[in-house]
């Protein structure tokens, strides 16, 4: 009877109705899974596939780590202006999809490397060898260091070489002709010979008079010539290991565990004590070696090591000593006699004629002593001291591991953080990035002191590692933005301006007539003593040297050959602002390549095989559907 209700009440309007809200509600709960999927996580695809949000990351980071190592304090400034950085994350996301299109490529034309060339290029890494032999314990700590297990190492390296083959095989065919090269180096060779009037701004500062209103008019045009300097102000808390270290107590007991346990660590080396005769080099080689060796032969004869080596040896300070040297380990002379030195079997052996870059040696053996251990009361003092730094090291990474989690989880502030480690919030007022206060004029500490990023989120910086074993977490507490200083803090400064702009003008306006007299084929000399100028003349001036304006030097050698014995003339504005009148006389080509001619050529082999380079990637963008995600790409720091 109920399933019978059951049934009818089913077939009701009422129940139709419902029954069609139910299947609507699971339908748009459908659509909303699609139009709530996951957020995309990708900055970009190439022909459908992903270059992955982490793989960005972890270029990115590499790539400003290099720039920060290679610029130093000059790339921090850089990485300072946000334009900069997101072009900078741009250029790295287009490097991650030229090489993924160079991949495919390379894929498409069947290019392979074996598991046995992966195997000899792992072996032959310098990077994992100890004493000149691959280590495999130092390969896989290598490698789990840099977060990579054996697997994730061996296809990275097999896609590199897959890549370079390609890459090789197009750039191994470019070359240049020796005649190229021939031209070019007569270019980079070529002199000119030169004639100049120069006309000083300082000259003519006496005709300017500068208003008020021409103050005013430089001053609001010009503002960003006298702008202030950005500065903040911040808390920070610092760790140091060496500090760390005085307060670590390293008892004898554990000093001598520690000496048990590593013993190699306290070997002395195979020491040896020799005598020698020095005979040099000289102008005749061979007449010396022939000496030493009528020398080593009155040796074997019996003939007395000291009196020969007081009378010929040329080392005069050993001489005086019958040739007799310091005790010295393997590392310490020159290869060729340490070798021979520690060839000796036994006390009074004779070495052969040995040749170094000083000259001809004969050894003599005068005592070893053999490896050994040092004693325990010798090295007690090191030890400890090894022992407090080990102790100091570890501490040191466990604070610093604490100090970033406490940081990142109260970020508000410095005073959770500084209150779980036992340390002071130390505070800094305002500071531009060229006079901040150590430790925080190192570039990492300064990036993000002056990051738009923290202040805006009011938040703890990351730990930031610097240095001599020291590390902090700073706070960004004040900031004050560039900003153009007030026209009565400026203005000598302001008036200077304007003074040398007019001057630099008047002194145009005269070289501008000197100019047109001299293009005309008027002589000038009666101009020139009227208006003090002399004419200087350069000889030979090569296309780099230093000893001139580098503006002029380039319009130098832009203008043309002279024709009919008339000289090419300008006029060039150096930037010191004073004006100077270029004649060129005569250019002198050289009849003979330079030394520099082979390294030319190779030059420009390489650099038609960049340009190639390039070609086959602008092809292959061409041809490939490459998307950017902004947003993602952003998100990247």
Known sequence: MMLDKLREGAQGTVAKVILGLIILSFALAGVGSYLNGPARTAPATVNGTEISQQALENAYRNERARMESQMGEAFSQLAANPDYMKQFRRSVLDRLIDQALVDSKA???GLRISDEQIKQAIVAMPEFAKEGKFDNDLYLQLIRRANMTPEMFR????????????????????FALKSEAEQLDKLYNQTRDLRLVRLAADNYVGEVKVTDEEVAQFYKSNSNRFMSDEKVKVDYLLLDAASLSKDIKVTEQEAKDYYDQHQDLFQRAERRRVAHILIPLGKDEQAAEQKAAGLLTELKGGAD???????????????????????????VMDPAFEQAAFALGKEGDLSAVVKSPFGFHIIKLLGVQAAQTKPFDDVMSDTITRLQADKAKEQFFNL????????????????????????????VDYFTQADAPAPLNDGKALNA???????????????????????????????????????????????????HDKASEIARGKAQ????????????????????????THKGVARFTQDLDQNLLADAFRLPHPKDGKPSVDLVTEANGDRVIVALDQVNVP??????????????????????YKSLVEGLRKSAKIEYFTDVESAIE
């Open 400 to 427: 610093q591991q604490k100090m970033a989690d406490t940081s990142f989880e109260n970020p508000d502030s410095l005073d959770m953080t500084a209150d779980a480690l036992g340390l002071k919030v130390q505070s």
């Open 591 to 612: 009849a003979e390549a330079s030394q520099m001619l082979t390294m030319l050529q190779g030059q420009l082999g390489q650099g038609k095989a960049q340009a190639s």
């Open 107 to 109: 894929h498409e034309l």
């Open 513 to 536: 007539g000197l100019l047109e007299q001299i293009k005309a084929g008027e002589d000038i000399s009666a101009q020139l003593t009227a208006l003090g100028l002399k004419s200087e």
């Open 305 to 331: 090591f000291a009196a020969l080596a007081k009378a010929n040896s040329s080392d005069t300070f050993s001489a005086k000593q019958g040739g007799e040297l310091d005790w010295f380990e393997k590392g």
């Open 155 to 174: 296809d990275s390296l097999r896609q590199d070489m897959v890549r370079q083959q390609l890459v090789g095989a197009l750039l191994g065919t470019e």
């Open 449 to 499: 002191a002056f990051s738009e990023q923290l202040r805006e989120e009011n938040t703890n910086s990351d730990v930031i590692e610097l240095a001599d074993g020291k590390a902090l977490v700073l706070h960004v507490t004040g900031h004050q933005p560039k900003a153009a200083k007030p026209l009565a803090e400026v203005k000598e400064q302001v008036v200077a301006a304007i003074t």
